[in-house]
């Protein structure tokens, strides 16, 4: 679903990229796959950022960590889609999320890129909490290519 070379085996360095992030590195993101055109990140729970709403079981968490790993999964898998994945430059333009209800528990997204061409590229995410399907979120993002 992408136009042009890609090989997620080629960013090794993923780990290193979420570690020397502080936002990213402070949510404790865990990259659980790439693969072309694909990403599958996840967030463990952590009572900190819950709503304390003081609900039956797990606080819902807040909207703002549900946006951020469907932002933060769209551009892991927008980058499988680069020759470099480590050295690839790209930016949010367009952010879309529908909640379809509270987010609890681990959390788990799965970013898949519809399109990445030349200079935009787009993808769709689903978020799963411990109750199902939490959010669904769409990202454009601007690519930046040699």
């Known amino acids: 679903m992408t136009d042009g ?5 080629g960013w090794p360095e993923w780990a ?6 502080g936002y990213l590195s402070w949510l404790d993101i865990e990259v659980e796959s790439l693969a072309d ?3 599958v990140l996840a967030i463990e729970r952590n009572e900190d950022f ?3 709403i003081g609900a039956d079981g797990h ?5 703002g960590i549900v946006a951020t790993l469907i932002d933060t999964a769209s551009a892991f898998a927008l980058r499988t889609t680069f020759e470099n994945p480590s050295e690839a430059f790209l ?3 367009d952010l879309s999320v ?3 209800r509270p987010a609890t528990g681990d959390l788990r997204a799965e970013a898949e890129v519809l399109r990445a061409g030349g200079s935009t590229g787009v993808t769709d995410v689903t978020v799963e909490g411990a109750d199902g ?3 669904v979120g769409r990202t454009t993002y601007r690519l930046f290519r040699d």
Not at 5 to 9: E, G, I, W, Y
Request: proline share 10%; no cysteine; charged share 20%.
């Open 50 to 52: 819950e709503n304390p």
């Open 59 to 63: 606080d819902p968490v807040h909207g």
């Open 98 to 100: 529908s909640y379809l």
């Open 91 to 93: 930016t949010t333009t």
């Open 16 to 21: 290193t990229f979420v570690q020397r992030h």
């Open 5 to 9: 070379p890609s090989d997620a085996s």
């Open 133 to 135: 399907e939490a959010a």
């Open 37 to 39: 055109g694909r990403a």
